[in-house]
């Protein structure tokens, strides 16, 4: 079976998600699988594949923890877009996937060929927590990437037909003895030098800082890292809490791992501020619109108390629904996983169904 994959490369969720899909295929060699990245820089890449095909695309543009909308539109390139869409050849394939990947998505619409939609941004199809929502943003989630057969992934089912998380960690790894100082602060879309400075407050901790704009330097209580998922991975195995964005990806990993959370959402996006409230209402996590000293040092000193989470392995199962044809019902793939999770429940409305 041939199929193209989608990638939508904003952020790192994607990736990791794209990273954790590729290593369930190899359980599947009769699977050919030609990867298509775009809304990110080509010689960023996609993970450790070295051989994947690339498109512009379209993303945001973040600064200082706030969507930048003038900034976004600037960069929006609407003519390279069409293009690419009315040249992507889908010839050949037996199935386009896509993990919110809008090129792939609208050229497949355009010819009439089905997409089956895998990501966080599929759950909002369903009756999850929102914040920040309004016609408009609701209109643009529906049409960014549109598929004919939608999954979303979520942290919670909410009694709705959605998955657990594609986690890209180890499931036979578990986290070692965590070291109680070690703090992670994963920030990518707000200020490097305000981070710094804030974290700097507290010197009784050690605050490992990944952020695309910093150097691999150590001074004092800070240890600053540029992105390696890689490094960030080893050092989550002991940390024992993190300080982020309202990204999906790291959360999942987080919960995985039992490591305590601190989430600011990125101010105008949607997604992360509905995530924020999702941690809020399941009690994942302690959630800061604002990133200042009174919210990090509560959150320091507040006890990590929490009921262990444990997620399947979603991407291998993934793997093999693909490599079966699909033929189990989304509801009832959602009630077996959810029913192998630490939440032993599956949704009311995806109880298993005959496939």
Partial sequence: MKILYG???????????????????????????????SSRPREQGLGTLSAFEWRKGLSFVARNGSI??????????LRQFRQDINTLDLHGYDLVISDYEPVIC?????????????????????????????VVVNTLMRRYAPASLPVGLHW???????????????????????????????????????????????????????????PHADTHNLHLRPIS?????????????????????????????????????????MEQLSNAAALQQLGYAAVTDR?????????????HHMQQIRYPDVARALAGWIAGGQQETVPALASRLWQQSSLGAAPLDAQPATA
Avoid at 68 to 77: G, I, M, Y
Avoid at 291 to 303: M, R, S
Wanted: net charge neutral; hydrophobic share 45%; charged share 20%.
């Fill in 7 to 37: 990638v939508q490369g904003t952020g790192n969720g994607h990736i990791s998600r794209a990273m954790a899909m590729h290593a369930a295929f190899q359980a599947f060699p009769e699977l050919e699988i030609t990867w298509l990245l």
């Fill in 68 to 77: 930048d909308v003038l900034a976004t539109l600037r960069q929006a390139d």
């Fill in 106 to 134: 609208h050229a497949a619409r355009k010819r009439g060929i089905p997409v089956t939609g895998i990501g966080h941004q599929y759950a909002f199809m369903h009756q999850v927590p929102r914040r920040g929502d309004n």
């Fill in 156 to 214: 919670h089912h909410f009694d709705q037909p959605i998955l657990p998380p594609i986690v890209d960690l180890d499931h036979t790894v578990n986290p070692m003895q965590v070291q109680p100082d070690k703090i992670i602060a994963y920030l990518p879309f707000e200020n490097a030098d305000a981070v710094c400075a804030l974290l700097r407050q507290f010197p009784a901790y050690q605050f490992y800082v990944y952020h695309p704009a910093v």
């Fill in 229 to 269: 998922r890689t490094g960030f991975k080893q050092d989550l195995l002991d940390a024992t809490g993190v300080i982020t964005n309202a990204g999906f990806e790291l959360i999942s990993e987080c919960l995985q791992w039992q490591k305590k959370i601190i989430a600011k959402p990125l101010r105008g996006q």
């Fill in 291 to 303: 990133l200042d000293a009174t919210a990090i040092e509560h959150w320091l000193k507040t006890p």
